[in-house]
């Protein structure tokens, strides 16, 4: 009761999340503390019936993904005005006062939402100028919230209320308050003294919120939004089960390792078996060699079939090793010259080019004769992959002249770029 909330390959065209925040909600628990709200004709104090429900929604919407805050979580005073305050500090996505009723006719009884409507402005209560740009919203927060709640809890349906009340015209967001039944009526004050219609009442309320603000439905996985601009390629690359993630999340924006890189190669080309030895180049073409590769590719032995090199820092427990080993071997992957592979380093964007280059134009010139980009002169190691994919419009820069060779890919790059290569 009231007596007085683009990308081609590997650019990125503009920031975007790496993770959808989780829808906020502020729920607010009428009176409290000194003032109790109106009183049953049972002896029920409105500000109990107010804080139960209010605890009740907010646990069923934080199980289905929301975030949830309370203006207040314990029996204590606030006045309007601090809840308001309380609520634009939070900053969320709607606001939802909770009361009960009351009425000098003790045989009215019902539900009804009051919201703050700009066609019935009152000159003594003057709304917030957000408020007032926002009462379709709130109107439309109002009615589905009372439309799920009188159809949950079985109530009569006393429709919506414009009301100039505080906590629905000063805010900043959405804001609606919700009178679930009357305190005055026997019947319903027995009702709202007993826990099954509270939480029939907060069930409502909650299927109304959750109509007007969904939970944003998650992408391939759990850190990977809808509204993620890698969302489609990472869905897509896992769906042919090119990738992987780990307990259900994705971490696109993570450094990818060479050995990531590789093993999605794998998955996607199927990389070349190593050519037989003696003949000359390898099915994958000539090795990789430049400032990142370096020359050495460890060491190897067995004579016929060419045998995989043998990395110092790649032992057979490594869960890339026979990956790693295989595209070593047939000429896509070199070591560095003291032995190693790095098969957990970050692998650089012009690394990624090189090797995507390598499988698909296997032979192709690693020379270039021309500048594509202005951090990637002709004398780069990787220069002519990086021409080559971006003349097949595989890649783009990371700006409309510069491509940053040596930048660490993402993984959530990575994604885009792959995709862009499966028919």
Known sequence: MITGLLILGFAIAQPAPAWAEAVKIVLDAGHGGSDPGAVGVNGLYEKTVNFD????????????????????????YLSLAERVAITNRLAPDLFVSVHANAHTNSSISGSMVLYYDKDYPQASYPASDAMAALTPESKRLAQLVQDAMVKSAGTVDRGLV???????????????LVET????????????????FRQKLAAGIAEGIEAYKPMEEPGAFADVPLSHWANDAILKLKNKGILEGEAGKYYPERALTRAEFVTMLERQFSLPEPAAAGSGVSQGGSTVTGSTYGTGSGSSSGTGAAAAPVFKDLPATHWAYAVMQKAAAAGILSGYADGTIRPDQPLTRGEAAALIDRVIWPGSSQKATSTVFQDVPVSLWSAASINRLKEKGIVEGATATTFAPERS????????LLSRLIR
């Open 409 to 416: 890919m993402t993984r959530a790059e990575m994604a885009a």
């Open 181 to 196: 039944a009357f305190l005055s009526n026997a019947g319903e004050a027995a009702n709202l003294a007993d826990p099954d």
């Open 53 to 76: 429900v209010v605890e009740r929604v907010k646990a069923i919407l934080e199980s289905r993904g929301y975030e949830v805050l309370l203006t207040r979580d314990s029996d204590v």
């Open 162 to 176: 414009p009301s100039a009340v505080y906590v629905a015209r000063m805010g900043s967001v959405p804001s609606i």
